[in-house]
């Protein structure tokens, strides 16, 4: 969050919350598909927002871009943190790639 000045980066009052927030910036479609693949039971209310959202794209980070934080932002950046919050563990990044 430091890059666009937002602490937290995905607020949320509890963990569905928070799955809730990110998928409305990274989009449901991948949500799903995650918990699809590896059979994982969604809590409803994540449920019911996707139900809602299904349609929700992932939003471009260059969204979060203003003339007070685009000197600390780059599509490098951006590969980096879609490859970092990618839900599944298999897709996301580790520490020394």
Do not use: C
């Not at 980070?61 to 203003?66: G, I, Q, R, Y």
């Amino acid at each position: 969050g430091a890059a666009f000045d937002l602490f937290p980066f995905f607020d949320g009052r509890d963990p569905e919350e928070q799955v809730m927030r990110i998928a409305e910036m990274r989009g449901t479609a991948e949500l799903e598909a995650f918990a699809h693949r590896y059979n994982l039971e969604l809590p409803s209310s994540v449920r019911e927002f996707i139900a809602q959202n299904s349609a929700v794209d992932p939003l471009p980070w260059s969204t979060l871009v203003d003339s007070d934080n685009e000197h600390r932002t780059s599509d490098e950046l951006f590969d980096l943190l879609d490859g970092l919050l990618a839900w599944d563990p298999e897709e996301r990044l580790l520490p020394f790639e």
